[in-house]
């Protein structure tokens, strides 16, 4: 799954996103070959998520208000 984050007024696309893989070697490929490589004229960055944040019960509690829902994709 991608996740492309855009600007809310605009729709535009910031630059940045993030994708999820269900096999941990498909990540560690996309990793090796893609980071430093260029999409259009823009440089790939890549890093692994920190997804110790992202446990059921953390999502569960931030689903409150609209500040906290901001960290379900940070």
């Known amino acids: 799954?991608?996740?492309?984050?855009?600007?809310?007024?605009?729709?535009?696309?910031?630059?940045?996103?993030?994708?999820?893989?269900?096999?941990?070697?498909?990540?560690?490929?996309?990793?090796r070959e893609m980071n430093g490589k260029y999409i259009g004229n823009r440089p790939v960055?890549?890093?692994?998520?920190?997804w110790e944040d992202r446990s059921i019960d953390v999502v569960k509690k931030k689903k409150g208000g609209k500040k906290n829902k901001k960290h379900l994709f940070s």
């Open 1 to 31: 799954m991608a996740k492309v984050v855009r600007d809310k007024l605009t729709h535009k696309s910031k630059g940045y996103g993030f994708v999820s893989f269900l096999d941990p070697f498909d990540a560690a490929k996309a990793m």
């Open 45 to 50: 960055k890549i890093s692994k998520g920190k």
